[in-house]
């Protein structure tokens, strides 16, 4: 099982669309996935189709002790894809996490668990749907746009780090500070942590600044850019708002197409 955790504490990049559409695109081709929501804004969730409001359980319960991970994934109404859902609940966890000696390793432990439980079928009603399996092949998180303790939380448990980078000005503002945390996350809790790539967002080939920036990216980060660019797209701003993936709502879209290759091109970098 691979864990990759999408991050950048710099809000407004596309990290939550990366992972809702990653993990979508990953079980789109064959991959048992696991969507991690670890944002306290619940977005991912909500682009899953699901309902934050009326959730009795989440994460929050998860990292909190009360309830195994297993006990709180839902299933969703797209292909290998399962969720493990948040909403505003979640900021409680971070005072709780604070004031515990190992808070860092919450999430692994649990992640860890699950993967030890196997395939706990946790209600008769769930007993023939194989989302709920614990033998995923990818655990996908989105994590939070800040380096609080939820994003360590996040880093710590993960093989795995994609970064999402705005084609746009400003892009490489705080990459460095990026790089450097993670640094001290590798130090510090987790030394198996590996950069997979960096992903250029948001990307508009009408305008001169997005192919300066992306070029000044390749530049400064080499091979770690994934080839594949997300442009700007209507449906992928769309698709949220109707409860689902890109590839769900418009599959012909160039979101969509740029999401399935893009998920390629990880599979392909994880091999």
Known sequence: MKIIAICNQKGGVAKTTTAVNLAASLGILGQRVLLVDLDPQGNASIACGIDKKTLSSTLLEVLTGEQPLAEII?????????????????????????????GAFQLRRCIEALTEARTEVLTEARADDTSHQSSYDTVVIDCPPALNILTVNALSAADYLIV?????????????????????IRASVNSTLNVLGFLRTMFDKRARLGTEVSAQLEGYLGDKVFDTIIPRNVRLAEAPSHGMPVYYYERSSKGAKAYLAFAKEVIKRLK
């Open 74 to 102: 839902l299933p969703t109404r797209f292909e290998s894809l399962a969720l493990a859902p948040s909403n505003q609940d979640l900021t409680a966890a971070e005072v709780s996490l604070a004031k515990q000696a190992n």
């Open 164 to 184: 999402p980078i705005q084609c746009e000005y400003y892009a490489l503002e705080g990459l460095t500070a990026l790089l450097d945390n993670v640094a001290d």
